[in-house]
């Protein structure tokens, strides 16, 4: 999935327009892949991520340069973090894990100063933006379980923008971002879906005959260019606003 935030990522970045030399926080850091591109695109001053899976932290610590990013433990719902401490504050492909959006998007809210920037993106799940859509279909229609994310309705355009305008944000912005994936062959898609959380396990504890039934059909779904590669969209949704000036 790292590679699929890169790709929405850099185009949510652009988006933003954040000018060089700010305070940036990543909440739900997860392995620093957004926040590499936050030091790498954005010139930030300091960026601090959030998250709260220790081995994920422990694993964007190895990749991050320490002199410009620290990344914590903590909840999105109750950052450790003062208030109006940072210029910027994301939430990238996170928002729909959180069990209390509203409170998350309030704490955002909370840790960024008068004027400063709050956004967020996430997977178009309702509208199927899923990068892997296709296949999690699949699986559920063969009854297999598949884990959703505990708010997928969080990730609805207008739902962003309602949870923007309830945290006293102005300036609230909304804009759908399509990202593609060229593989070079099925065998390229089909194992990186093997490597993927969403899937993998599942397809792991099936039959070998069924997972073969599986992949046949995918490959139906998916079909080749001329070349033999294969090429899959995604939708994210993403959100900004800024924090109200005292």
């Not at 207008?158 to 006293?168: C, D, S, Y």
Request: aromatic residues 8%.
């Amino acid at each position: 999935m790292g590679t699929w935030s890169q790709i929405v990522g850099r185009i949510f970045l652009d988006w933003l327009a954040a000018p060089p030399g700010l305070r940036w926080l990543d909440v739900g850091c997860g392995n620093g892949a957004f926040t590499e591109l936050v030091v790498q695109r954005c010139s930030p001053a300091a960026v601090v991520g959030i998250d709260l899976s220790e081995a994920q932290l422990a694993y964007a610590r190895a990749r991050l340069a320490p002199a410009i990013v620290q990344c914590r433990h903590g909840n999105a719902m109750a950052l450790p973090i003062d208030d109006h401490d940072y210029d910027v504050a994301v939430m990238p492909l996170v928002i729909f894990f959180v069990p209390e959006p509203a409170k998350g998007v309030a704490e955002l809210a909370r840790v960024v100063k008068p004027g400063g920037i709050v956004a967020a993106y996430a997977w178009d799940m309702a509208g199927g933006g899923f990068p892997y859509a296709a296949l999690l279909n699949e699986l559920r229609a063969v009854d297999v379980a598949v884990p959703h994310p505990p708010n997928e309705d969080a990730s609805r355009l207008e739902v962003m923008r309602e949870l923007w305008e309830g945290a006293g944000l102005e300036r609230v912005e909304t804009r759908v971002i399509t990202a593609q994936r060229t593989f070079v062959d099925f065998d390229d898609y089909w194992t990186t879906v093997l490597g993927s959380p969403s899937a993998g396990k599942a397809l792991a504890a099936m039959p070998s005959d069924a997972v073969a039934r599986l992949r046949a059909r995918l490959e139906k779904l998916l079909p080749p260019g001329t070349d033999g590669s294969i090429t899959c969209s995604a939708s994210a949704n993403s959100v900004r606003g800024r924090v109200r000036n005292l």
